[in-house]
């Protein structure tokens, strides 16, 4: 029962005005500290993976993981497809069973961004299913895919992209990037009110990770409805382990060495949930 559609937990964050946390996995690990911290909190999140996240683990694999934590977790989880750039991830991730897809046609033109967004929605039978797009370009470091931040989303390009797909949510470039910031970002939140009004949409802000959580906040006051988690996380499991290595440097029983990584990556989790205002959003119970 917990493994919902994203159009249920996306309907509560509009209802309510707080932000789903979304949180990128790539292994048990990642998952386990995301799901952990929402149940410590009360709070409805999304595990999502990316196509270079799949390709590494494998599809049906990472699937299986995120679906299996998702049927046991004591809140609502959606399960969804993050950047996704080759229509096949996306038919191969709906026979899976995701409850969510994101089509990133952000380096294509406007026209070209809606006609691959369209494609995808067509794949799309189930109404409890969300469809996220992205417009303008993100920059910072995604998988192995490296892009230059562009200028800021255009209001008209949104409205025009909004008014010709009608997708569920909107991924806006707003002042962040993906990864690990040099300096420390600066959202633009006049625009994410701007375009909120003018589309009507719940937008998605990636790039969460490293970002000042007063920022994240103020950012969903403004629109945002769902914002991304990935990057900070997976380092925090990886100084988890190697904390634990150092002070244990004989230790061989990974369940030890892992849970270190795992309990290190759910605060970080944890501190994500808060900025967002999802505790206690658990309408489960």
């Known amino acids: 029962m917990p493994l919902v559609g994203g159009k249920i937990l996306l309907k509560d964050a509009i209802k309510k005005q707080y932000a789903i946390p979304a949180f990128g996995i ?12 929402a149940e410590e909190l009360n709070a409805p999140i999304i595990l999502q993976t ?46 899976l069973g995701y ?11 406007l026209n070209e961004n809606i006609k691959i967004t369209n ?35 255009k209001v008209e390009d949104a409205v025009k992209f909004i008014d010709n797909t009608d997708i569920d949510m909107l991924a806006i470039a707003c002042g962040t990037s993906h990864g690990f910031y040099h300096k420390e970002p600066k959202i633009n939140f006049a625009l994410i009110k701007e375009i909120t009004t003018k589309t009507k949409k719940p937008l998605v802000l990636h790039g969460g990770t490293d970002v000042p959580l007063e920022q994240i906040t103020k950012a969903v006051e403004a629109g945002i409805r769902k914002a991304n988690f990935d990057s900070e996380l997976k380092k925090a499991i990886i100084c988890g382990i190697l ?29 994500k949930i808060k900025a967002v205002g999802a505790v206690n959003k658990n309408w489960l119970k």
């Open 26 to 37: 790539v292994n048990l690990e990642g998952a386990k500290a995301a799901i952990e911290a």
């Open 243 to 271: 904390e634990y290595m150092y002070q244990n440097p004989d230790a061989f029983d990974l369940r030890k060495i892992f849970r270190k990584g795992i309990d290190q990556a759910k605060e970080v989790a944890k501190s």
């Open 50 to 95: 990316t196509e270079g996240g799949i390709n590494y683990a494998g599809h049906e694999e990472l699937a299986a993981i995120a679906i299996a934590c998702a049927k046991k977790a004591k809140v609502p989880v959606a399960i969804h497809l993050d950047h996704g750039r080759d229509i096949k991830y996306h038919k191969k991730s709906l026979e």
């Open 99 to 109: 409850t969510s897809l994101m089509i990133d046609g952000s380096v294509l033109s």
């Open 119 to 153: 494609q995808v929605k067509k794949l799309i039978k189930n109404d409890n299913i969300t469809l996220e797009a992205e417009l303008g370009i993100i920059g910072g470091k995604e998988d192995d895919i490296e892009e230059e931040a562009d200028n800021f989303t």
